[in-house]
């Protein structure tokens, strides 16, 4: 199974690794880490995952405080949004 992240989801990732490397050198390398532990479950086990809208789930980071936004089909996962979970929720509905 293929992975693609949307661009904005792709601007997500990059400003947390910036924010969190800013804060303490290493941190965003860790949370890019963090990152690919969970798209390599969700890859494993796209449906494991909680359903939080029709066709799109949520897989929380074990680390920081983030769910990718994703959907999928049988060949692609699409990674609609890489969103920090106490910030406004539901602010990449548009993106659909």
Do not use: N
């Not at 086990?45 to 405080?65: M, N, V």
Request: net charge negative.
């Amino acid at each position: 199974m293929k992975i693609r992240f949307l661009k904005p989801a792709q601007s997500e990732v990059d400003d947390a690794f910036l924010w969190y490397d800013s804060q303490t050198h290493g941190l965003g390398t860790q949370f890019l880490d963090d990152l690919d532990r969970a798209v390599r479950r969700i890859v494993a086990f796209p449906l494991a995952h909680t359903e939080i809208e029709d066709g799109l789930r949520r897989c929380l980071l074990s680390k920081f405080p983030y769910g990718i936004i994703y959907g999928f089909d049988s060949e692609i996962v699409i990674v609609v949004a890489v969103a920090h979970l106490h910030r406004e929720p539901r602010y990449w509905i548009d993106r659909l």
